[in-house]
């Protein structure tokens, strides 16, 4: 019976939210088209997450909030949840000495590995990594036909819990499906938009102004369709329902680990995350050099040795460049390991006037990383018992 109600549910959501029911932003007279050749591997739209989502066998889907414009935010799980003896909230617990008082975690029960998809609706390169990610765990191949059979066992030994895309608004309107040799400023135009002159609002400065309203040319696909930017919410008190139905994932399900995919124009990198406890910070920092080892070791875009951050306290000045964002909210509601990590998009810049990944080069970036991250999770798990082990 529930099946067949959520059979009825997604056939709905393909009839109404199919790619023409919401307009699109167009690309501009003058502006380079969409790639031609992005491979059928390559699936990012919002009609081809809905189509894994329908595919679906050994997961469990759930539609966790409904976007501004209508569209269904998914998140899929693999696994049992395990019971979590929760007595308290985080924050309580941990003032009690003890997170194991949120949420017990004893060595034969599993991680909880928690991917948040892109909610910058134009870093694409996580949706395809996602949407294979799927593919995976329910084939264990990729949509390249590759064998991932290793990786599916690990998302077996965990719970996991996938959501492709974090903001299907932003996604929707962008009209580029890829940037792979296209100019950073066309990424920066449609990715964080434009003022109603036409000038690019750019990053940082399109955090300027929030929710995103008013001076709005073309609204950029890193907002959803009320303006806001998922990554700078006010998480005490969310305005984005995509945010708070994140959050909320993480209350409920205390995860080991948890990614917030993104993209820039440079090399693939996990970046330093922002009050977090030092302790974090340095397992954070030990998590991203095995996977710029990884990188290397594959000839993919990678750091070189002697250049990598390392985890250091917050900032000692005002104002800070650092903020709490939706990293920072997902640890401090959860204690979650929480980073970011940084795709390519395959950009050109006079910085970078050759694209540094191929699309099957995006691919193995996202898989590589889900890779060590599984891997970190099963070998260095952090336990949290009421009590000492027998
Ligand atoms: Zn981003």
């Known amino acids: 019976m529930v099946y067949v109600f959520r059979l009825i549910l997604l056939l709905v959501a393909i009839i109404f939210f199919s790619e023409e029911s919401f307009a699109q932003i167009k690309i501009e007279a003058g502006d380079p088209p969409n790639n031609s050749d992005i491979p059928a591997f390559f699936k990012s739209k919002v009609s081809e997450i809905q189509n894994e989502i329908g595919n679906i066998r050994s997961g469990e889907v759930e539609t966790t909030a409904v976007s501004p414009g209508g569209l ?27 997170p194991a008082f949120y949420a017990q975690k004893d060595s034969i029960s599993k991680p909880v590995v928690f991917f948040v998809g892109p909610v910058h609706g134009h870093e694409v390169e996580g949706m395809a990594g996602l949407i294979n990610l799927i593919h995976i765990a329910e084939t264990g191949k990729d949509y390249r036909g590759k064998d991932w059979s290793a990786l599916k066992k690990k998302i077996e030994q965990c719970r996991t819990i996938i959501i492709p895309c974090g903001n299907p608004d932003g996604r929707k309107r962008c009209p580029y499906d890829s940037f792979i040799g296209l100019p950073t400023k ?8 434009t003022h109603k002159d036409g000038t690019s609002w750019g990053w940082p400065h399109a955090k300027s102004l929030h929710p995103m309203k008013g001076d709005v040319g073309i609204l950029g ?3 959803n369709d009320n303006g806001i930017n998922i990554m700078q919410d006010e998480y005490f008190n969310p305005m984005a329902k995509e945010t708070k139905a994140i959050l909320e994932i993480a209350r409920k399900e205390a995860p080991d680990l948890t990614v917030s995919l993104h993209s820039h124009e440079n090399r693939p990198v996990v970046l330093q995350p922002a009050y977090l ?6 397992r954070v920092y030990d ?32 104002p800070p460049s650092k903020t709490f964002n939706l990293i920072s909210a997902l640890h401090h509601i959860s204690g979650t390991m929480a980073f970011t990590f940084e795709c390519s998009h395959g950009s050109v810049s006079e ?19 889900y890779d060590e991250m599984f891997n970190y999770i099963l070998e260095k798990r952090l336990l949290w018992q009421k009590s000492a082990p027998d």
Do not use: C
């Open 351 to 369: 910085n970078s006037p050759e694209p540094v990944v191929t699309y099957d080069n995006i691919l193995d970036i996202q898989l590589l990383l």
């Open 186 to 193: 066309i990424m920066t135009k449609y990715g964080q938009g």
């Open 277 to 282: 406890p030092l302790f974090m910070k340095e």
């Open 72 to 98: 269904p935010v998914y998140a899929v799980y693999y696994g049992e949840k395990e019971d979590l003896k929760s007595h308290a909230n985080y924050n309580s617990a941990v003032a009690a000495r003890n």
């Open 287 to 318: 998590l991203a050099l095995r996977v710029n080892n990884r990188y290397k070791k594959n000839n993919l875009a990678h750091w070189p040795d002697n250049w990598f951050w390392s985890p250091e306290p917050d900032d000692k000045k005002f």
């Open 221 to 223: 696909a890193y907002f």
